[in-house]
């Protein structure tokens, strides 16, 4: 290996940054994004074969039956179209790298996910990140670029950080200077609105999006993603979006699975439990300050320094619960801390657990 790349490995030794892959299996979970347990269970189990697609949509991977997926999704998310990707980040590629022209503006926000960011490397346009969650720093830089296309560019929630976007405020601002805004729901479709329907239905602008992002590998315990957006844009995706029109498509089972997902009755009584664990643990956690929204799924817990912050994951993992500290690049440096994911199926005595083993 090139000495270049031996020292980047190095150097994240050094800081006690190096990630590597881990497995929880029989541990408590506290660390995955399956929010409401559909991957626990087998309500999206399919009848279907698994057999694979042979080849791209565009060539020899679409079927009748994957477009009538895609029309019953975005009738419910009520969208006018709906266009399935194999990943969130997939999509995100996709919709970065082709939408945007040359000489126009991405505004994104500085914590946006890194697929989205990917995205726009890949863009012609010009992008500029505002800081986070920052009204004011966005309407700068729209008002600096009032001449050009604008894209904005934000989650609903945020995946590590776990609070919400200001979306009816960036909706006012997008709508004031005729920006397009871009919503990512992949961590708050399937919580928030009407039976998991997103953060943007639950506030009534989703109508105002010019294109949402919803992945079923979060809440909804299966695979792939959905881009929302209008007839139109959903030609153009399958036109110029490479990261759909060069990658085999899902088996056609998966595609029934984010249908089943979306259909499942349980939905709103499954997330108000959710919500019940999310407020005992905000409640008993007396020791620390929470970042993160009052009803997020991921709450994220800052430590003084990163030794602690290793002591306490190490402390869980011995007590059979895993939860993910956090380090820089993930988040940046000097907020790196304990991710706690919740789910409705983590009994009351779980919660107790974890939190009694971080506040020693």
Known sequence: MDKKLHKKLQDRREKGTL?????????????????????????LHSDLSEQGATGSRLIS???NTIEEVESKLASFFDAEAALCFNSGYDANIGVFS????????????EFIHASARDGIRLSLAKSYGFKHNNLNDLKRLLDLNKEQTVYIAVESLYSMHGDLCPLDQIVELAEQHSAFL???EAHSAGIFGTSGRGFAQAHGVHSKCFL???????????HGSVVLCSGELREFLVNFARSFIYTTALPVSA?????????????DELAARLQSRIAYFRKNLTDFNLSAASNSPIQFIKFSNLDQLREAEQALL??????????APTVPEGSEGLRVSLHDFNSEKEIDALIRIISA
């Open 19 to 43: 990630r590597s892959l881990s497995s929880f299996d029989g541990m408590i979970d506290f660390a995955s994004n399956d929010y409401l347990g559909f991957s626990k269970n087998n309500l």
């Open 61 to 63: 991977g679409n079927r």
């Open 98 to 109: 082709s939408i945007p022209q040359r000489g126009d503006i991405i505004l994104y926000d």
């Open 182 to 184: 871009i919503l990512d």
């Open 212 to 222: 949402r992002l919803v992945t079923f590998g979060k809440a909804f315990g299966t």
């Open 255 to 267: 595609y029934h699975k984010m249908l089943k997902a979306v259909e499942q009755e349980s939905i």
């Open 318 to 327: 011995d007590a059979g619960i895993f939860a993910k500290a956090i380090y």
